[in-house]
Nanobody
C-alpha cells in the first residue's frame, strides 16, 4: 500500500506562482512513475505532467509547457510541481498520482485557485 498527501495549494493572482508537494508513505520502494493531474469544475481529470522513477520529466500538458516543472526526490519520497505564470484556467483540484506494482494510487487533492 502507498499513501499520498499533497500540500501547497492555495489562491493566487494571475501571473503568480505556487509550489505543490506530494509526500509518499507506505511501501515507497515499490513506486514507479509519479504524476500530477488536475480536475477543474465540470471537466474531466487531466494529466499535467509525469516523472519517471529515474527523475525524467515527460508528458507535460501543452497548456502548462514552459510554465510548470515537475521534480522528484526519491530519498525524501516526494514529488513537486512548481507552477509559474499561473493563469485563471489553471484553477482546479490538483492530484498526486503514483503507480506501484501495477496499481494506481491517488492523493486527496489540493485546491489551486487563480484569480484574474
Amino acid at each position: 500500500q502507498v499513501q499520498l498527501a499533497e500540500s501547497g495549494g492555495g489562491s493566487v493572482q494571475a501571473g503568480g506562482s505556487l509550489r505543490l508537494s506530494c509526500l509518499a508513505s507506505g511501501k515507497t520502494w515499490t513506486i514507479g512513475g509519479m504524476a500530477w493531474y488536475r480536475q477543474a469544475p465540470g471537466k474531466e481529470r487531466e494529466l499535467v505532467a509525469r516523472i519517471t522513477r529515474g527523475k525524467i520529466p515527460r508528458d507535460y500538458a501543452d497548456s502548462v509547457k514552459g510554465r510548470f516543472t515537475i521534480s522528484r526526490d526519491n530519498d525524501k519520497n516526494m514529488v513537486d510541481l512548481q507552477m509559474d505564470n499561473l493563469r485563471p484556467e489553471d484553477t482546479a483540484v490538483y492530484y498526486c498520482y503514483a503507480s506501484s506494482s501495477g496499481l494506481a494510487y491517488w492523493g486527496q487533492g489540493t485546491q489551486v485557485t487563480v484569480s484574474a
